[in-house]
């Protein structure tokens, strides 16, 4: 079966400026959803988001893993993470999207929430290791979250339900513009795995 055989043709921007937000809704089937979220949880090397905010640092509750074609750094949150090689589900998974976004990628970022109380505070993702402007490609998988958008200036916010299975590409100049976020709930207690397929700029790689 094919893992993007309900894709939409013609996936919507979110956004009506700066930036693009491309939603493509749900792109892999249930079947495969299941086996990509059981492999990851079991395969991948989940350790506990670190943060370090006004000099003190913070464990965060979700955990993360940091992948890339290279041990590529990649600092955020004042914490620098070394990349570990791909897994065959991540390279599948890579493989598949770039074809469809029509981008490439070269690291991923992937998130692991617990349930529904764990979330993600406002925040872009513009980290000097990051190439500007370049495309981030968000796998979902597991439980479905609320994910907004909103503009540094006009403070207008826009939202969605990220769906298991759904593809949402961010490129152009939408982490100079906007901020995201995924706000904490008390409607789910399942688990989400969220991948955020990236392009760290090599030339900047010390």
Same mark, same amino acid.
């Given at each position: 079966?094919?893992?993007?055989?309900?894709?939409?043709?013609?996936?919507?921007?979110?956004?009506?400026?700066?930036?693009?937000?491309?939603?493509?809704?749900?792109?892999?089937?249930?079947?495969?959803?299941?086996?990509?979220?059981?492999?990851?949880?079991?395969?991948?090397?989940?350790?506990?988001?670190?943060?370090?905010?006004?000099?003190?640092?913070?464990?965060?509750?979700?955990?993360?893993?940091?992948?890339?074609?290279?041990? %590529? $750094?990649?600092?955020?949150?004042?914490? @620098?993470?070394?990349?570990?090689?791909?897994?065959?589900? !991540? #390279?599948?998974? +890579?493989?598949?999207?770039?074809?469809?976004?029509?981008?490439?990628?070269?690291?991923?970022?992937?998130?692991?929430?617990?349930?529904?109380?764990?979330?993600?505070?406002?925040?872009?993702?513009?980290?000097?290791?990051?190439?500007?402007?370049?495309?981030?490609?968000?796998?979902?998988?597991?439980?479905?979250?609320?994910?907004? %958008? $909103?503009?540094?200036?006009?403070?207008? @916010?826009?939202?969605?339900?990220?769906?298991?299975?759904? !593809? #949402?590409?961010? +490129?152009?100049?939408?982490?100079?513009?906007?901020?995201?976020?995924?706000?904490?709930?008390?409607?789910?207690?399942?688990?989400?795995?969220?991948?955020?397929?990236?392009?760290?700029?090599?030339?900047?790689?010390?």
């Amino acid at each position: 079966m094919d893992l993007f055989d309900n894709i939409i043709l013609h996936p919507v921007n979110l956004l009506s400026q700066d930036g693009e937000a491309n939603y493509y809704g749900v792109v892999i089937a249930y079947e495969q959803t299941e086996f990509f979220f059981s492999a990851l949880f079991d395969s991948i090397k989940w350790k506990q988001d670190e943060v370090v905010i006004a000099g003190q640092r913070i464990v965060a509750r979700r955990k993360v893993a940091w992948y890339g074609d290279k041990p %590529f $750094k990649y600092t955020y949150s004042n914490t @620098t993470k070394t990349a570990l090689p791909w897994t065959a589900e !991540l #390279l599948q998974l +890579k493989k598949v999207i770039e074809k469809k976004s029509g981008e490439t990628y070269n690291s991923c970022l992937l998130n692991l929430y617990h349930n529904g109380r764990e979330g993600m505070a406002w925040h872009s993702d513009n980290e000097k290791d990051l190439k500007k402007n370049a495309a981030i490609a968000s796998i979902s998988l597991g439980a479905e979250r609320k994910f907004s %958008f $909103k503009h540094k200036k006009t403070k207008k @916010t826009v939202s969605l339900t990220l769906q298991n299975g759904s !593809l #949402l590409v961010m +490129k152009g100049e939408i982490q100079t513009y906007w901020q995201h976020s995924l706000p904490p709930t008390q409607k789910t207690d399942k688990p989400r795995i969220n991948l955020t397929f990236r392009s760290i700029n090599d030339d900047a790689q010390s």
